[in-house]
């Protein structure tokens, strides 16, 4: 009987994953499917039951990745200091949680020339951001997180305080004081939906901020592969790492918790690369 994994999320028909994985099972031999599980904001809690009797794992997308932190039964220590999931592995006794964001946010930031970014700036306080804040931590960078709603990005800052041993400035989403914090910063992230296929021709950061050379900026945003973003910032000479790169690692790092095997991370790009350019949705 094949084994059936999924991605949950709203909206998730124009995500790669399921092309991503399908390539990778078949590559591996896997006798497993993987399809978009549309699963509305808020609704998580109301399909948990169904979801762990149909599945043998999951990845998780916006907007459900801390609310499936909170219902999962076990955290790695990776999940619980970010307290954002984007791996589901349903197991007989109980549904472990866990997040390759941040990990592979990290490896597609090393391939670009950057292992250890000295001060980062963080665009947004969602459940991906958390990730990111967290891994950054980790390899000594100092992060400030900018945000629309100001109270968010110091809950996330404290809960991370508390987790990861290391404290998380805040700021508002406004020109004057990303510019003042970007001057000090070599790393830019974006971790908004802004930029992306829902809302193109927006850009997260404010139009008064200038980016300098020398400063690496990171859109999350993966479809489409060149945003507003990444355009802007290539026009100030600034290095630039696009969303692919994260999704690529960070599945090719779910794929091996659910089964075992060193996942074919090539394979992987290539069906995404397909996936995205034709801009077709997987049924």
Same mark, same amino acid.
């Given at each position: ?6 991605? $949950?999320?709203?909206? +998730? ?5 399921? &092309? ?11 006798? !497993?499917?993987? %399809? ?11 399909? !948990?039951?169904?979801?762990? @009797? ?10 459900? /990745? ?18 954002? +999931?984007?791996?589901? +592995? ?9 997040? =390759? ?8 930031? =090393? ?10 700036? $963080? ?6 951001? %958390? ?15 900018? &945000? ?6 110091? /809950? ?24 003042? %914090? ?8 974006? &971790? ?12 997260? *950061?404010?139009?008064?901020?200038? *980016? ?21 910032? @290539? ?33 992987? #790009? ?7 350019? #034709? ?5």
């Amino acid at each position: 009987m094949t084994s059936q994994l999924g991605l $949950i999320g709203s909206p +998730v028909g124009h995500s790669p994953s399921a &092309a991503m994985h399908r390539a990778a099972f078949s590559a591996l031999g896997l006798d !497993w499917d993987y %399809r978009p599980i549309e699963v509305a904001a808020g609704g998580l809690p109301r399909a !948990w039951a169904e979801l762990r @009797a149909s599945l043998l794992g999951a990845n998780v997308t916006t907007p459900h /990745k801390v609310a499936a932190a909170g219902l999962a039964d076990r955290l790695t220590p990776e999940a619980r200091a970010s307290g954002s +999931v984007n791996t589901l +592995v349903f197991a007989a006794d109980g549904v472990v949680g866990a997040t =390759t964001d941040g990990t592979g946010f990290i490896r597609a930031l =090393t391939e670009a020339g950057l292992a250890r970014p000295g001060r980062a700036l $963080i665009l947004g306080s969602g459940g991906a951001s %958390r990730a990111v804040a967290q891994a950054l931590l980790s390899v000594g960078c100092e992060v400030t997180i900018a &945000a629309r709603h100001l109270e968010q990005a110091l /809950k996330v800052g404290s809960s991370l305080a508390e987790s990861a041993g290391a404290g998380v400035a805040a700021i508002p989403m406004e020109a004057e004081p990303i510019a003042d %914090r970007l001057s000090e910063c070599d790393l830019l992230v974006n &971790a908004t939906p802004l930029g992306s296929r829902f809302h193109l021709d927006v850009c997260a *950061l404010p139009p008064e901020v200038r *980016l300098a050379p020398g400063l690496t900026v990171f859109d999350l945003v993966y479809s489409p592969r060149s945003t507003e973003l990444l355009r802007r910032a @290539a026009r100030a000479g600034c290095r630039t790492v696009g969303g692919l790169d994260m999704l690529v690692q960070q599945a090719a790092l779910s794929l091996e918790i659910w089964s075992g095997l060193p996942a074919p991370a090539g394979v992987m #790009r290539e069906a995404a690369i397909r996936h995205l350019d #034709r801009g077709v949705l997987v049924p």
